[in-house]
Nanobody, 123 residues
């Protein structure tokens, strides 16, 4: 059974930091490209970070410099470190996986999803 389980969300003041984790089971983690997305109410999921099988990362300009994605293949876990958080970062954050060789910014190209974790940034 494939499971992606996010944790680490919560309430933080603007300027603060959070680290999200996503534990993966039921898949060969080292063969996966992992992505992080966020979703605002009534909006489509928005790509915020991706990490390749070899650890290469990609971030959109909107979060570059404030967000860092990493992975620990020994723990089957991917992380999203978020710094200098802003109220507009408030959203539900999802991790996603795809069994391919490159990072995609499209949610449609990810096969597996976690349940999401709420991040709320107060001003």
């Amino acid at each position: 059974q494939v499971q992606l389980v996010e944790s680490g969300g919560g309430l933080v003041q603007a300027g603060g930091s959070l680290r999200l984790s996503c534990a993966v089971s039921g898949l060969t983690f080292s063969s996966l490209v992992m992505g992080w997305f966020r979703q605002y109410p009534g909006k489509e999921r928005e790509f915020v970070a991706g990490i390749s099988r070899s650890g290469g990362t990609y971030y959109p300009d909107s979060v570059k410099g404030r967000i860092a994605c990493s992975r620990d293949n020994a723990k089957n876990t991917v992380y999203l470190q978020m710094n200098s958080l802003k109220p507009e970062d408030t959203a539900v954050y999802y991790c996603a996986a795809r069994a391919t060789t490159y990072i995609s910014t499209s949610a449609r190209e990810y096969n597996y999803w976690g349940q999401g974790t709420q991040v709320t940034v107060s001003s």
